[in-house]
C-alpha cells in the first residue's frame, strides 16, 4: 500500500496530539522538545514494495479473507473520519495559545480549555468509545488507540487545573505534560500498527 495514505488518515484527523505547555521561564530551553504528533510521521511513498502486491496464485480463500479484512478496516476509519471534527476542533484551539503558559495567557488558556477544548476532546474521546470492530487485530489497535485518547485527556484536564488560579500551578502544568507525552508514544504505536495491519492485507 501507499504509506502516506494511512498515515495521513491516522495523523490528519486523530491523535493529532498535543501542544506541550512549558513554563515560560522554561520556555528557550524547551523548544526543541516540542512537537506535535503528525510531525512524528514523515515516510516515504515513491514506491510499494512487492511484499504489498497481492500474489494471483493465492488461493480463494485468502483473496476473500483479505477483502473482508479490508472491507472492516475502512470501515474502522470512516467511523473515526467521522467524529474527527471534535478532534480537530480541540487541538486548533488549544494550539491557538502557543506553546507555553505565562501569566500574560493563563486567563485565555482556562477559558478554551473550559470552553472549546476539554468539550470536544471529551466528545471525541467518548464517541471513539461507541467504535466497534469484529475484526480482532483492529479491536486491539483501538484499545490503545482509546487509552491513549483518554490519557491526552486527563493531561488537558491537568492543563486547566494548572492555570485554573491567578497563579499558574507549573507542578500541575508539567504533570499535564508528561501525560500528554505518554498518550502520544501510545498513540504513536497504534499509527505504527495500523499501517503494519494495512500493508498486511494490502490496504491501500
Given at each position: 500500500?501507499k504509506?502516506?495514505?494511512?498515515i ?24 526543541g522538545?516540542?512537537s506535535?504528533y503528525?510531525e ?11 511484499g ?5 496464485t ?10 473482508q479484512?479490508?472491507?472492516?478496516l475502512k470501515?474502522y ?15 486548533d ?7 507555553t503558559?505565562?501569566s500574560?495567557?493563563r ?8 470552553n ?8 471525541f474521546?467518548?464517541k ?7 475484526n ?16 491526552q485527556?486527563e493531561?488537558?484536564m491537568?492543563?486547566k ?5 491567578n497563579?499558574?500551578n ?5 504533570q499535564?505534560n508528561?501525560?500528554?507525552k ?15 495491519y ?7
Amino acid at each position: 500500500m501507499k504509506k502516506s495514505s494511512i498515515i495521513t488518515l491516522m495523523t490528519s484527523f486523530i491523535l493529532l496530539g498535543g501542544v506541550l505547555l512549558f513554563p515560560a521561564p522554561q520556555a528557550n530551553a524547551s523548544k526543541g522538545e516540542f512537537s506535535t504528533y503528525w510531525e512524528q510521521d514523515e515516510f516515504d511513498d515513491e514506491y510499494q514494495s512487492e511484499g504489498d502486491l497481492i500474489d494471483d496464485t493465492e488461493e480463494p480463500e485468502a483473496e476473500d479473507e483479505f477483502i473482508q479484512e479490508k472491507a472492516e478496516l475502512k470501515q474502522y476509519l470512516d467511523q473515526i473520519f467521522a467524529i474527527g471534527s471534535y478532534e480537530s476542533k480541540a487541538i486548533d484551539s488549544l494550539s491557538s495559545v502557543g506553546g507555553t503558559v505565562s501569566s500574560a495567557n493563563r486567563k485565555s488558556m482556562f477559558l478554551k480549555l473550559t470552553n472549546t477544548v476539554i468539550p470536544n476532546y471529551t466528545k471525541f474521546v467518548s464517541k471513539a468509545k461507541l467504535i466497534q470492530s469484529n475484526n480482532p487485530e483492529i479491536k486491539k489497535i483501538h484499545t490503545s488507540f482509546i487509552k491513549g485518547t483518554y490519557m491526552q485527556l486527563e493531561g488537558y484536564m491537568l492543563y486547566k487545573q494548572a492555570v485554573s488560579k491567578n497563579k499558574v500551578n507549573y507542578t500541575i502544568l508539567q504533570q499535564g505534560n508528561a501525560k500528554v507525552k505518554a498518550a502520544d508514544v501510545i498513540l504513536d504505536q497504534v499509527t505504527d500498527s495500523l499501517l503494519a495491519y494495512a500493508d498486511k492485507i494490502g490496504y491501500e
